[in-house]
């Protein structure tokens, strides 16, 4: 009997799960995984909430899961007695999301594979492991370029009144919220990274406007100067990226790598086409 393989790609917003038998592919959603703000009790009943309804535990021979979180030792724990204990069976594996990203974008070829989401990561990989990461240091510090990065760029000028009239009337229109709202959800309640993301589609939905563009360059040149530039492989292999914002703007992406003297490669909205490939 062929083993029944279940792939995991999880981010802070959701998580993409693809259920692959001989002659069987089932892709299912769920809710993001970060076990930054999820005890395992938590992962646990999320998983029997939302998972286990359209996929049975017991026909899932191993599980292949790439999250956000994992490269803390405690965080991996964590997710492995999680779905240890929801997929009791199961042969569990756990990376980090940006070994998921390096598989699905390089295969086996060398190359630096970046993730532009909700968070931000990258990597040099040589074609079989990472061989340097650039440090992550999650959105209250780092995670520059990234959805949450951006969005709280947007949340600044919004606040600081430094939008003009035309963008602060769409930005009311869109959100309908108030300055004390935003800092109540950025400040007192849970997921702040997940919510300041959330504001990155106003980014997108006024593109060609000067302060947006400015806000999307000086966002993802950060990431370019902070973490692309750091690799001196940057010059020699192509630049990859994954992610809802590197999709996004891969136009900006282009143009800013070309700027650098860099090679772009694969830009791709999301990993789990590549890492079905790479798992089959």
Known sequence: MPLIKLIADSGSTKTEWCLLGKRQKKT??????????????????????????????????????????????????????????????????????????????????KGIACILGTGSNSCYYNGSKIARNSPGLGYVLGDEGSGASLGKKVIQYYLYNTFDEELRARFDAKYVTTPQEILDNVYKKPLPNRYLASFALFLAENRGHYMI????????NDFFFQHVCKYGESWKYPIHFVGSIAHGFQDVIRDMAASYGLETGSILQAPMDGLVAFHR
């Open 213 to 220: 563009e400015n806000i999307i360059e000086d966002g993802l």
């Open 28 to 109: 299912v959603l769920t809710a993001g995984i970060s076990p930054y703000f999820l005890s395992t009790s938590q992962i646990i009943g999320l998983l029997n909430e939302q998972l286990t309804s359209q996929i049975n535990p017991l026909t899932v021979d191993e599980i292949h899961y790439y999250g956000t979180g994992t490269k803390n030792p405690d965080n991996r724990t964590s997710l492995r007695k999680a779905l240890k204990a929801v997929f009791p069976s199961a042969k569990v594996q756990v990376e980090t999301d940006i070994l998921g990203a390096a598989r699905a974008l390089c295969k086996k070829e």
